[in-house]
């Protein structure tokens, strides 16, 4: 299989280690799941450190900040609400007198 790169294509996979200086693709063995697995893994303790140094890092709303988004998202739901029974009774009345119930 013949790979048609141009010299900054090659010099960059060179940098990766995906081919040699001749530009010939080099084979690297995969690495195995149980290899993987191990290095991934962390202890529970480990993980709720970390859990919690990253908690630290967040940004979180003052009280008045969540009164105020509390109170929009609470009038905007009762506006679409009652947008949406709006059009079901007026489809509802134009169902009702096309089809004469």
Do not use: C, H
Request: glycine share 6%; proline share 6%.
């Amino acid at each position: 299989m013949s790979m048609d790169l141009n010299r900054q294509q090659k010099r960059a996979m060179q940098k990766m280690g995906a081919v040699n200086d001749q530009g010939a693709p080099i084979r690297q063995p995969r690495p195995t799941v149980a290899s993987q697995v191990k290095k991934e893994r962390t202890s529970p303790a480990q993980y709720i450190r970390e859990v919690r140094d990253e908690m630290r890092k967040v940004a979180w709303p003052k009280w008045p900040e969540i009164r105020r988004y509390s109170i929009i998202v609470l009038v905007t739901v009762v506006v679409i609400t009652a947008f949406v029974g709006g059009m079901d009774a007026v489809f509802g009345i134009l169902s009702g007198w096309l089809y004469k119930d």
